[in-house]
């Protein structure tokens, strides 16, 4: 059987089909693919601009996702002259992608106590990060979440009824210093694995490990699809939204907090250290 070609180009043969769009995509437009839903992700975030320090944490969350995000800002940057950070927590192995510089990051504890549950691990990623990007005088932070995981956390929020975890699933938490942001908001997750799989990028474990309890709902809600479309998400983004306002926001992590709470419950259950122990070029 002849190997069809790219939908995209229409010059080289096809490695990569990509469900959301039904497109069938060669190595060079699946980068090209992700490079543009990276844009359109940072758009509104007035990174696109000349000498902007970014961290992107590799995230225990989703690492992978981190050196993807770091590979394709590095990429987008690289005509702003910008800089592209990766905070790595100190003792693990992680080989950065070109252009990338690193960070090795002391963080004590290294996961939070809910190990596996995955709002506690996005909530300690980012207070970490937070705080490395402090210390780093970066101008934003930006997170791996693709709007895969975005959505599996709005769902995880409202099935468990805890609307304080409706903050995980907002494009940015503009009100934290440095603003936090995911850089793959536009990306889904498959694109990601896809981009991953084609560059050799490779990942250490992540933390999430239990699977939460809204990922059985949401394959259901997108009939037998592994990915929702963009419009849901949108208004998946406008209800996470709604609820800003309503809560107090922790000054750990950016998160909604209980009313009358400075600090959230994930965040005020242990006492993180965070220290950076070197930064490469
Ligand atoms: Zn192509
Ligand atoms: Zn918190």
Not at 5 to 16: G, S
Not at 56 to 72: F, I, K
Request: with cysteine; charged share 20%; glycine share 6%.
């Amino acid at each position: 059987m002849e190997t069809p070609l790219c939908t995209a180009c229409k010059r080289r043969p096809a490695v990569y089909k990509r469900t959301y769009s039904g497109e069938l995509l060669c190595a060079r437009c699946t980068r090209k693919a992700l490079h543009r839903a990276v844009k359109r992700s940072i758009a509104r975030l007035g990174l696109l601009k000349p000498r902007q320090k970014i961290l992107v944490p590799l995230a225990s969350s989703n690492p992978l996702g981190s050196l993807v995000l770091a590979s394709a800002l590095s990429e987008i940057e690289e005509q702003y002259g910008s800089r592209v950070i990766l905070g790595v927590p100190e003792g693990i192995d992680a080989s950065p992608p070109r252009g990338v510089s690193v960070a090795v990051v002391r963080v004590s504890p290294r996961e939070p106590p809910e190990r596996g549950d995955p709002v506690a691990c996005w909530r300690h990623d980012r207070r970490w990060s937070l705080r490395a990007a402090r210390i780093l005088g970066a101008d934003a932070v930006l997170l791996p979440l693709t709007r895969t995981d975005l959505n599996l956390l709005l769902l995880e929020a409202l099935l468990r009824g805890e609307p304080q975890a409706l903050s995980e699933a907002l494009h940015s938490l503009a009100w934290t210093k440095p603003p936090i942001a995911s850089g793959l908001w536009r990306v889904e997750g498959e694109l990601v694995a896809a981009y991953a799989a084609i560059s050799g990028v490779e990942a250490p474990p992540g933390c999430v490990k239990r699977l939460s309890a809204a990922k059985e709902v949401y394959y259901s809600a997108a009939s037998g699809r592994p990915e929702l479309e963009y419009s849901p998400t949108k208004s998946l983004d406008a209800l996470a939204a709604a609820a800003s306002g309503m809560y107090p926001v922790c000054i750990e992590c950016g998160g909604y907090a209980s009313p009358g709470e400075s600090t959230c419950r994930y965040c005020s259950r242990y006492t993180l250290n965070v220290s950076i122990l070197s930064l490469r070029e």
